[in-house]
């Protein structure tokens, strides 16, 4: 989560903080400056969710209990 939340500081702000601007010379455009703020506050909460199961899935894996009864059988490549 703490990785999701650095991206976020080091460019959502940036691009959220060029969304008000926009919005600031064009007050008109509301829809833009709506699902401009929208879409980063969506994108930061899918990283999140991203990076927690993540780590719920290595926490698994590397857990010493599991592996005395169960095995990874397939790990699928993961897409972009």
């Known amino acids: 989560m703490y ?5 976020f500081e080091e460019s959502g702000i940036k691009k959220i903080e060029k ?4 919005f ?9 400056f709506v699902y401009g ?6 994108e930061l909460g899918l990283n999140i969710i991203k990076e927690t199961l ?8 590397e ?5 005395l009864d169960w095995q990874i059988v397939k ?3 993961k897409n972009p």
């Open 3 to 7: 990785t999701s939340i650095q991206q």
């Open 37 to 42: 703020i929208r879409d980063q506050v969506i």
């Open 63 to 67: 857990s010493g209990k599991r592996r």
């Open 19 to 22: 969304v008000i601007e926009n």
């Open 75 to 77: 790990q699928d490549k």
């Open 54 to 61: 993540e780590d719920c899935d290595q926490m698994l894996r």
């Open 24 to 32: 600031i010379k064009t007050p008109t455009d509301m829809a833009s």
